[in-house]
């Protein structure tokens, strides 16, 4: 190294030996101010933290209230759901189905009602099985010389005649069978009476002349007139097979078939039940 370079670096060294010199004697001057205010800012920092901290804490425990609440609420929507619940329950096991109960045996008593209705709206009427068909007849005439032919008329009836409203042919049964020349039946005549007292007298059997070969029912109300028929087809069986008597009952709505042993007077009519 040169004598020139040592000396530069010594004159560095001096002036950078003067110089810390002279920061040493600002800093001691202005230290304690620098650390006051360092301490103060230190201080605003903490108080800051802890208000914020605070204002967390705050928040947080309102969170806390609002999820009690809130858990609170649930508890009681579900308390309040299962309390529903168990209603329609009961509701639907045993209050439904005791409504529909009531509705069903209230519709059967207007069902029934209305049938008692039409039945007597039919009172006065007959229908009348084997009456022989003309081409182009009047059905009237033809009833009042089946009545004066095949039945025990007396002289008051026939000074009077029968006075019948309303007579024609029904349409013929799909269950008609044709006889052993492929004949069908004669269509049944239904005849309305003007008085009851000539439906009664022509609706009875016994005032028939023997030999008569005519079947006289009740009319009725098409679903009792085929439980009628039903049951006429099971009496023929009963007669054939078991050599029973037999008889068809119509009591209010409902239609019967009742059977007992032949002449036998002194036994009680049973009725027939279907063995389903």
Known sequence: MSDDTRSDDKVTQQVRNSSIAGDSDVSNSDLKQFMLDMRKEMLDMKNDILSKLTENQQDIKQIKDDLTTVRSTLNDVEQATSF?????????????PELKAEMDKKVQLLE????????????RNLLVYGVEEEKNEDTKMVMLDVWHHNYSCSEEQLERGVVMTSCHRLP????????????LPPRPVIVRFGFDSDRAFFGNLNNMKRGCKLRVLDDLPPEMKRERGRLASIAYNIRKEQHQSTKIVVAGTKVSLQ???RNRPDLDWKTYKDSN
């Open 172 to 183: 013929q049964s799909r269950h008609a069978r044709c006889d052993s020349d492929g004949k």
């Open 84 to 96: 529903h619940a168990q209603r329609l329950d009961d509701i639907e096991q045993k209050k439904v």
């Open 112 to 123: 029934e009602k209305l049938l008692l209705l039409e039945i007597h709206d039919r009172k």
């Open 259 to 261: 059977y007992k042993p």
